[in-house]
């Protein structure tokens, strides 16, 4: 059983920074690719950011490319989103996602595993 727990979300103002962190259980997690998504309201799932396996390759959305950092430690199960610059339009739900396959991909469907979110709000 793979379960996925995000922390790290909360309130910070335009310009702020914040570090989700997402803990995965299961021995399988060094071989998954991990991606972050987030649902803002009214809005649909949107993807933000994917990391492969080894930590080597990394994906950004474009409107978060540059302030947002995808990483991850397979030696303590855990994959992090350091979000530097926010903006209120970064307001949202964010979710940890995980696929047992080493490459990452965009689309939210080829997610298996999920957390239950964090939200993450940026005031103006």
């Known amino acids: 059983q793979v379960q996925l727990e995000e922390s790290g979300g909360g309130l910070v103002q335009a310009g702020g920074s914040l570090r989700l962190s997402c803990a995965v259980s299961g021995r399988a997690f060094s071989s998954y690719a991990m991606a972050w998504f987030r649902q803002a309201p009214k809005k649909e799932r949107e993807f933000v950011a994917a990391?492969?396996?080894?930590?080597?390759?990394?994906y950004y959305a474009e409107s978060v490319k540059g302030r947002f950092t995808i990483s991850r430690d397979n030696a303590e199960n855990t994959v992090y989103l350091q979000m530097n610059s926010l903006k209120p339009e970064d307001t949202a739900a964010y979710y940890c996602?995980?696929?047992?396959?080493?490459?990452?991909?965009?689309?939210?469907?080829?997610?298996?595993?999920w957390g239950q979110g964090t939200q993450v709000t940026v005031s103006s």
């Open positions: 990391i492969n396996w080894t930590g080597g390759m990394t």
């Open positions: 996602a995980g696929r047992n396959t080493g490459r990452p991909t965009r689309v939210e469907y080829d997610y298996a595993y």
